[in-house]
């Protein structure tokens, strides 16, 4: 078996894995990652030392990944906030706790969501 056959087969998975990440499709991403696992593992010594530029550059790839996840995480938290606080909002208008004028201010304030390029 040619023995850069794993290690080309862990690249095309983070190339994979960083393609479902592009398109925020992260149940997929996560699938290929449990699929390279195994894998990056079973990688011995020789195979490392002769695709280090490879690994390297798996490396970089995840490196990206987790950083787009992170950037992610952090605006779906702020969108949740924002959903909850407006959906508070307008329970409290819904039992009569704040006039409309309130929630009207409370939704001009609204996120809008930016796409991503």
Same mark, same amino acid.
């Given at each position: ?8 087969? @862990? #690249? ?7 393609? !479902?990440? !592009?398109?925020? /499709?992260?149940?997929? &991403? ?6 390279? &696992?195994?894998?990056?593992?079973? #990688?011995? !010594? ?6 280090? /530029? @490879? ?21 779906? %938290?702020? /969108? ?8 508070? @909002? !307008?329970?409290?208008? #819904? ?9 009207? %201010?409370?939704? %001009?304030?609204?996120? @809008? ?5």
């Amino acid at each position: 078996m040619d023995q850069s056959a794993p290690i080309e087969k @862990v #690249l095309a998975l983070t190339a994979e894995i960083e393609h !479902a990440t !592009a398109l925020a /499709d992260w149940p997929e &991403s996560a699938r290929l990652a449990e699929i390279r &696992s195994p894998l990056i593992m079973s #990688l011995d !010594a020789q195979q490392v030392q002769g695709s280090f /530029d @490879v690994i390297r550059s798996i490396a970089v790839h995840n490196d990206a990944v987790f950083a787009d996840a992170q950037t992610t995480q952090v605006e779906l %938290r702020a /969108d949740y906030t924002a959903a909850m606080r407006r959906g508070s @909002v !307008a329970n409290q208008y #819904l039992q009569g706790k704040v006039p409309l004028a309130s929630c009207q %201010r409370s939704q %001009r304030r609204r996120r @809008v969501p930016t796409t991503k390029s």
